[in-house]
């Protein structure tokens, strides 16, 4: 069971930027792909983005592409989502998954993680 714990959120004001942390118990966490999901009041959860096993290859949705980067340090069995130029409509909560994958494969939807941390709250405003 990996157990993930999440830090980093706060109230910014726009153009702001944040640095999200997903730390992992897990000593295998290279095992693992990660995706950083979002989830505002009265929306659906959505993957803001992902990022394979190793990190070498990331996905993130169009409207936080250019602003938002997802990286690991599995030395540190961490997973970082630097957010830039934030905007009001990026306040939610923030989750960090992992689900364990074969190398190079990523995950968009929430189905496929089964680890979940509590999640983060990050809150853009003027």
């Known amino acids: 069971q990996v157990h993930l714990v999440e830090s980093g959120g706060g109230l910014v004001q726009p153009g702001d930027s944040l640095r999200l942390s997903c730390a992992a118990s897990?000593?295998?966490?290279?095992?693992?792909?990660v995706g950083w999901f979002r989830q505002a009041p009265g929306k659906e959860r959505e993957v803001v983005a992902a990022i394979t096993r190793s990190g070498g290859s990331a996905y993130y949705i169009d409207s936080v592409k250019g602003r938002f980067f997802i990286s690991r340090d599995n030395a540190k069995n961490t997973a970082y989502l630097q957010m830039n130029s934030l905007k009001p409509d990026d306040t939610a909560l923030f989750y960090c998954?992992?689900?364990?994958?074969?190398?190079?494969?990523?995950?968009?939807?929430?189905?496929?993680?089964?680890?979940w941390g509590q999640g983060t709250q990050v809150t853009v405003s003027s």
């Open positions: 897990e000593h295998t966490f290279s095992d693992y792909a």
């Open positions: 998954a992992a689900s364990r994958t074969s190398p190079g494969i990523y995950y968009t939807s929430p189905r496929n993680y089964e680890h």
